[in-house]
């Protein structure tokens, strides 16, 4: 699995950015927001019962990323029409706020090295990667758990400081000073 401070892997994926079939899918990439931070964390399968609730908690979350210039990208292995038709289908993911990115050919999550050996998914994994395209984060749970948004952004809050920041460290907190 690739780590804190190594490069994030180049990808081109199809995203769904809303509900009109019209204007649903645009393609992505990781340049395709210079100078910001990103938050890309990954689910299984659309149609699940926890990756909603994940997916939820980061779309409540979305205007306290972009205030910190973090655009969120959420990943899973299904295909974008799929992701378009879970998102007309679930009240919780009509109004995403981010993109639902396709990785069908499981080229991301195999060269991120989270493809679940035994399932053929991607592993829910999180990763904040900074501008110049460095992992600073990797969060990785069992397929079972969801995770926690709010950690996601106060480790990118932690990180943004380029401070020494203690254990449970919160924004506007003081960080330690080395003597």
């Not at 804190?4 to 994926?13: D, H, N, R, S, Y």
């Not at 779309?59 to 973090?70: H, I, P, S, T």
């Not at 990115?101 to 990763?127: F, H, K």
């Amino acid at each position: 699995m690739l780590g804190v401070g190594q490069k994030f892997p180049e990808f081109k994926l199809t995203g769904v950015v809303s509900t009109d079939m019209k204007n649903a899918f645009q393609t992505f990439d990781r340049n395709s927001f210079p100078g910001k931070w990103l938050v890309v964390f990954f689910w299984p399968k659309d149609f699940t019962f926890v990756c909603p609730t994940e997916i939820a908690g980061f779309g409540k979350l979305d205007r306290e990323f972009k205030d910190r210039d973090a655009q969120i990208l959420g990943v899973s292995i299904d295909s974008e029409y799929v992701h378009l038709a879970w998102r007309r289908n679930h009240e919780d993911l009509k109004d995403l706020p981010f993109p639902m990115l396709s990785d069908i050919r499981r080229e991301l999550s195999t060269a991120l090295g989270i493809l679940d050996p035994a399932e053929g998914v991607a592993q829910r994994a999180a990763y904040i990667v900074d501008p110049n395209g460095i992992i600073r984060f990797v969060y990785v749970t069992d397929l079972n758990v969801g995770r926690n948004p709010e950690e996601v952004l106060r480790v990118l809050d932690a990180l943004q400081t380029d401070e020494l920041c203690p254990c449970g460290w919160e924004k506007g907190q003081e960080t330690l000073k080395v003597a």
